[in-house]
């Protein structure tokens, strides 16, 4: 039996994973959720699946969980909690699905406690990617991505990465790749959100229109498979049955293909190197619409751009782009700003920021809160 703490227990990742434990209650167990606010529905996750531990960042809201829950589950409020959770001595894996920078330290504590790190929170390698790395080898953690295109990449490097030439990333292109400029102007958060292929929260959703979804992916890429920016490539493939490929100098090409389900993704960080069943219905290539390949445009899509360049001008610059982009999706999920001022402002803030080169996590920290302040000074100009 393999104790799991699942940090953002209540978001989209965290909904897939309990319906995966649901199916093999025999082999895994709740040890510890975790929420930031919504502590209604945790109280529903406490009921059935009686964690030892119940964290919800939020004080008032642990409070009221604390009130309501009967059994004798600890419910224990802020960050730290997160992070003792995660370091548990009794947990055997951690998923970590908190949306955000948010997620960072939580998922580093439990890098330093050596456990199997589910990683769907692609932030923490985007802020700390060297100090994360270096955490996973020196503590002896096991670190599964869960991400579509980096778990793809993870499967078929099973086969060794000798003779590896490029790994390529495939990018539906969001709900709006052939939407034309001006319509794109007045979009709306709850058009954005609609994603064709995938369901998943609304700030992954955003990014995932922008495509800085794809440059956080690139970066996060680039610590998890030690590869040079060089190396890696992004294709547009709208339909998101190839989830992403390897190429080796032979000239043979590995991909991983499947429906567009998450649960497979987790299924295989759970059970890794076994397989188990998921619940994702197999994919039958008979009755798939035609698959399409594109080259990604960076002119339209300047995030995945603005990723590119921060990955190879390294120091602060994927702390200040993630910092900026997260407050700019914020104000565009609070119709703040439009759709089309995010790239702005994110190149706006990292033009603004001095360049750094952070060497620890309190300079890491640091950065961040310093870059979240200039975006909020920078956005006052478009709101
Ligand atoms: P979501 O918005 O649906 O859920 C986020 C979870 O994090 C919730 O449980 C929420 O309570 C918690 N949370 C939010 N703010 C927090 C804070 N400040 N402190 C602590 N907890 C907080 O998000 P999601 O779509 O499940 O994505 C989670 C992570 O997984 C993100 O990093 C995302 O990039 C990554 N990811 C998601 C998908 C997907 O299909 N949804 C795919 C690949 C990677
Ligand atoms: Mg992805």
Redesign the pocket.
Known sequence: MKNITLL???????KSTLSVVDLHSDQFNIFAL?????WQQMLELCNKYQPNYAVM?DEQSAEKLSNAVITDIQVLSG?QA?DKVAAHQDTDFVMA????A??MSSALCAAKAGKRIML????SLVLSGDIFMKAVAEFNAELIP???EHSAIFQCLQSGRSGLNKIQLTASGGPFLNTSISKLKSITPDQVCAHPN?S?????SVDSATMMNKGLEVIEAHYLFSIVPEQIDVVIHPQSIVHSSVYYKDGSTLSQLGNPD?RTVISYAMSYPQRINSGVAALDLTNVPALEFYQPNFERFTCLKLAFEALNKGGNAMITMNAANEIAVEHFLNHQIGFLDIPKIVDQTLSTMKHTTPNSLDEVVNNDLVARETTREIIKQYE
């Open positions: 953002g227990a209540t978001g989209s990742i965290g975790s929420s930031n606010t919504n960042v960050t997160l699905a908190i949306v955000g948010a997620g769907a929170n692609k932030e869960v991400d579509s995938w998943m929260g609304r700030k992954i998450m």
